[in-house]
């Protein structure tokens, strides 16, 4: 296989869980509209079920995650878990439950104070301006802010105004994350997109004038339908755009989506491998050539404009997940929240942790994570790093199959650090099973 995403069918449940929290996935939600809102309670001290969360390690927890599930439309290559056509109503909800599911989690061992937050979604920037700007400050009431050093939102573009991205500012966010996907409409038709190419770069001006200097943008490749030279296009228009670091992913075909049906039906046809890897091929001599480091294998930055946030997924950091879907670690305890906003909120308004797919790692499970999260990593695997955290000697542990990838020139391997050469970025998935 050469596509270099990751395959989450091959992996455990607990490493498939933070790969899906790494890209805000959960469950698709079948049953879009979901209109039965739980009550709000008064109560603050939820009492757990199911899950003991106050037996969890009072360690630091360094990272905040707050999946926003709202979006406008459902696009055909999502398996994110989000829902469309909710009621300001239903918003305002949401809200006072993520402060109160915040309470709950301010008064348990774990010490959430955070150094970066993410709000993924859906779209978070769906949320109208009011609820918004108060589960921000709600957050900063609950949590100790004050080492935060990065605050990203995703948005849509054509999704935002002047005023909200200015809110956004002043409320202390200084990351912006758009979801651009292609320049070219045919390709924005496909992926069910409902945006026009140009409205990224007015959306980026926008974010600009509110004083945002730090811009994601998200790209796409192997479209169907999509050659190398519209896939260039795509990327030299992005790369004009000025922004600090851009995300370009493979498409993948996710289980039970609209394009995953379609291409079973034959209605569309994927891009071949060998296409998909050129590619990939270009995308990393083109954005070298940009000044845009390759820091892991989808993600590219200028000097120092790494995502913070995600960096400290890939070093297998603690993190809380707040909302339906979202995912949490701290020190090999694993769990993600219930993929079902419904589910969710009736277990928030009952006092109750939405927890489900709750596991703790044994040494050996969380040291082949660990290897498999660092392996995307241009700088590769830290081999103390991964025997610190986890009490396994990879060198010991993996011996026979570092020595084979070596040997195939698959990996380069030190006493401290092995990576992944560019001939094993081709096949990054395959390496990342062997250390399962």
């Not at 999502?78 to 829902?83: A, N």
């Not at 950091?317 to 305890?333: F, K, M, T």
């Not at 109750?352 to 660092?374: F, G, K």
């Not at 025997?387 to 570092?402: K, Q």
Request: proline share 5%; net charge negative; aromatic share 8%.
């Amino acid at each position: 296989m050469l596509r270099p995403t990751v395959v989450l069918e091959y992996l455990t449940g607990a490493v498939a869980a933070i790969f899906a929290d790494l890209r805000a996935r959960g469950h698709m939600n079948l049953e879009i509209l979901d209109t039965k809102p739980a009550p709000v309670p008064q109560a603050s001290q939820p009492a757990s079920t199911g899950f003991d969360a106050d037996s969890l390690p009072a360690a630091a927890v360094d990272g905040l995650y707050v999946h926003i599930p709202f979006c406008f439309h459902k696009c055909h290559y999502c398996d994110f878990y989000s829902i469309t056509r909710q009621s300001a109503e239903r918003m305002g909800r949401f809200v006072d439950l993520l402060i109160i599911e915040a309470r709950s989690w301010a008064q348990r061992p774990p010490k959430t104070r955070p150094k970066t937050v993410f709000f993924g979604g859906g779209t978070p920037s769906l949320l109208p301006m009011g609820d918004m700007k108060r589960l921000i400050a709600g957050l900063r009431e609950v949590f100790d802010c004050s080492e935060v050093n990065e605050w990203t939102i995703e948005c849509n573009p054509a999704t935002v105004s002047g005023e909200y991205l200015q809110m956004l500012r002043e409320s202390g966010v200084d990351r912006l994350s758009f979801g651009a996907q292609s320049f070219d409409r045919a390709e924005l038709a496909i992926l069910e997109r409902h945006h026009e190419p140009q409205d990224v770069a007015k959306s980026l001006e926008l974010a600009r004038q509110a004083g945002f200097e730090r811009l994601n943008v998200d790209l796409i490749y192997a479209i169907p339908g999509q050659d190398i030279s519209s896939w260039a296009l795509s990327l030299e228009e992005a790369i004009a755009l000025g922004t600090e670091h851009l995300s370009c992913y493979g498409l993948t075909y996710e289980h039970n989506t609209p394009m995953a049906v379609k291409k079973r039906l034959g209605t569309i046809r994927a891009v071949d491998d060998d296409v998909e890897l050129e590619m990939l091929h270009h995308t990393r001599r083109r954005l070298n050539e940009a000044g845009f480091a390759p820091y892991e294998i989808s993600n590219y930055a200028k000097a120092g404009e790494e995502c913070r946030h995600n960096l400290l997924y890939w070093n297998g950091g603690n993190y809380l997940g707040l909302g339906p879907a979202a995912a949490s670690h701290v020190q090999g305890h694993r769990w993600r929240n219930r993929p079902h906003l419904g589910e969710w909120e009736s277990a928030i308004a009952g006092n109750e942790i939405a927890a489900t797919d709750v596991e703790h790692l044994r040494p050996s499970q969380r040291a082949s994570e660990l290897i498999m999260l660092q392996l995307r990593l241009t700088r590769g695997v830290d081999l103390k790093a991964v025997e610190d955290l986890s009490g396994v000697n990879p060198l010991e542990e993996h011996a026979a199959t570092l020595q084979r990838l070596a040997k195939l020139k698959l990996i380069s391997l030190s006493d401290d650090h092995f990576q992944l050469t560019e001939r094993g970025i081709d096949i990054a998935d395959t390496i990342s099973c062997e250390f399962v």
